[in-house]
């Protein structure tokens, strides 16, 4: 029997589809457009009008460019909601990650404009972009593979790897474009890389031919469209009476607080009431609890970067004040570099993670996403710790060493490395089908809360200070950590074994498939 040739979209490269070294790649671009700007932002808002080498910069408070800064991080994973709807309902993942892709193209080449409409209009459409690209490039690495195979969790480690040597590599050019050639420069690279991103995936299609194309589901019965499961909620007493009290609640606040707040809560209640019919709406129980435990999960999510971002904000400002960063007398090494850290050890380490779960898997003793999740959490806290050092040692000798944030950002990272892409391969093997674009869109929501509380409690340093908020930090999230291991067994059991049956499928096996169909 001769062996069939394989078509482009079926060939793999190191055991994996070529497909997703063409996404690794494209988000690879996408990423380094958005972290260049992202280290970039904080600085810029806050640097003086004149006399600065890099140029004029906004001249705004710690306080104000704090703000804009929650706010925007916040937007950008926000943003994934209707990008992840759209694709669902209407267009398909594939040719949303193609729009988003042409609208960060853009949005990235205003900000090279100097005006200040130009910087509100750039971070628009970034946040624009985002929403498309970001949860449909991740739903789509899911969709390389079938249910069940062991690849899947391997694949989103690879892909996580793209992620942070798009971070890494702006993180370390940036800071120099922008002391040689001034801000705009640095914003004007994000958008050339971007389009590096686009024509990429652009030539990459034949290796995704089977990956997140529109499916639409006329001839499916149980298919509903979101206008309709809206107007099931005024038929469910018990879902309209959660749907009202959320509702007033958002009212209440808008009324105390200003008024983005005000419309993030009502956003929040409509996306809480759809969520509400759609888990009414499931047919099965399995499918019920997993997307309970789904949501449950993106708790700890929420929690996880509430803490973890503190980086491009308050620890992106410590660095840039209180710490020492000369080397060895040769020269000052520049607060954006700090932001490498992070990036440069997920891709030291992203293997070395993964392999020790792999291995533990062999072995039978496999641990649950959901553990690997509250350890990370558990595990980024401890990192808090060499920051509430930082801050002693300052307050003893006005200054403190840059080993502090180094170790702070290693004890992030190996956190980040249990949580982050274990959560997106979780995700893509839990989400209904048809709702799968959608429940990556309600993850990187919730890790666009995480970014907004993460604002918050930075805002927060100059009225308590850094030493209660780092000090805070660990307490409060090896307490949340340890309390979701406790409650690891009922979790586990809504999820039905969905992570209990993974081997590794044959080549046939894996043939003519749309997405992870659970
Ligand atoms: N570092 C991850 C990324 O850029 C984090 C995204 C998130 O979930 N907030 O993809």
Redesign the pocket.
């Known amino acids: 029997m001769s062996a069939r040739a394989l078509e482009p979209h079926q060939k793999e490269l190191f055991g994996q589809p070529i497909g997703l070294y063409i996404l690794f790649l494209t988000e690879m671009w996408e990423?380094f457009s958005?972290?260049g700007m992202r280290a970039l932002l904080v600085l810029y808002m806050t640097t003086q009008t004149i006399g600065d080498a890099r140029g004029p910069g906004l001249g705004w408070t710690d306080k104000e460019a704090l703000a804009l800064y929650g706010w925007y991080t916040m937007l950008v994973?926000v943003m994934s909601i209707p990008g992840g709807m759209i694709a669902d309902k209407l267009i398909g993942q594939k040719k949303a990650v193609l729009v988003g892709a042409i609208i960060l193209c853009l949005g990235h080449g205003v900000l090279i404009l100097t005006d200040i409409w130009a910087f509100y209009t750039g971070l628009g459409l970034v946040i624009l972009g985002v929403g498309f690209l970001?949860p449909n490039i991740s739903t789509m690495v899911g969709g390389l593979y079938k249910e069940g195979d062991i690849r899947r969790d391997k694949g989103f480690s690879i892909f996580?790897i793209g992620?942070?040597l798009g971070?890494l590599l702006a993180t370390m050019v940036v800071g120099g474009v922008v002391a040689k050639w001034g801000w705009h420069a640095g914003f004007g690279l994000a958008g050339i890389v971007m389009v590096l991103g686009l024509i990429n995936y652009i030539a990459g299609q034949k290796y995704l031919k089977d990956v997140g194309n529109f499916i639409p589901n006329k001839d499916d019965e149980n298919e509903v469209s979101y206008i309709e499961l809206y107007s099931k909620l005024f038929k469910s007493p018990a879902q309209l009476l959660y749907a009202g009290v959320l509702l007033v609640a958002s009212l209440i606040g808008w009324y105390f607080m200003d008024w983005g707040y005000g419309l993030l809560f009502l956003f929040l209640t409509a996306i809480a009431s759809l969520l509400m019919m759609i888990y009414k709406d499931l047919n099965t129980q399995v499918f019920k609890d997993r997307f309970l435990v789904l949501l449950l999960s993106f708790i700890m999510?929420i929690i996880f970067?509430g803490a973890f971002?503190q980086a491009g904000g308050l620890m992106n400002l410590y660095t840039e004040t209180n710490t020492n960063r000369d080397f060895f007398g040769l020269f000052t090494i520049p607060t954006v570099m700090f932001q490498s850290l992070n990036a440069g050890f997920i891709i030291l380490f992203a293997t070395l993670v993964a392999g020790i779960w792999a291995k533990r898997k062999l072995k039978g003793k496999e641990a649950s996403s959901l553990f690997k999740m509250a350890l990370g959490i558990i595990i980024m806290g401890f990192g808090f710790l060499f920051m509430v050092c930082a801050v002693i040692e300052f307050e003893k000798s006005g200054t403190s060493s840059m080993i502090w944030l180094v170790l702070a950002y290693l004890f992030h990272t190996i956190g980040?490395l249990c949580i982050?892409p274990v959560a997106l391969s979780f995700i893509t093997k839990l989400a209904p089908v048809k709702y799968a674009s959608l429940m990556m869109g309600v993850?990187?929501a919730a890790?666009?809360l995480?970014?907004k509380v993460a604002g918050i409690v930075g805002e927060s340093a100059s009225e308590f200070g850094e030493l209660t908020i780092f000090a805070g930090i660990v307490i409060f999230t090896v307490i949340i950590g340890i309390l979701f291991i406790l409650i690891l067994g009922p979790l586990k059991r809504l999820t039905h074994g969905a992570e209990e049956s993974e081997r590794v499928l044959k080549h046939e096996e894996a043939e003519g498939f749309e997405l992870a169909d659970n």
Do not use: A, T
């Open positions: 990423r958005y972290y994973y970001k996580y992620i942070n971070s999510v970067w971002e980040e982050s993850y990187f890790s666009g995480g970014n």
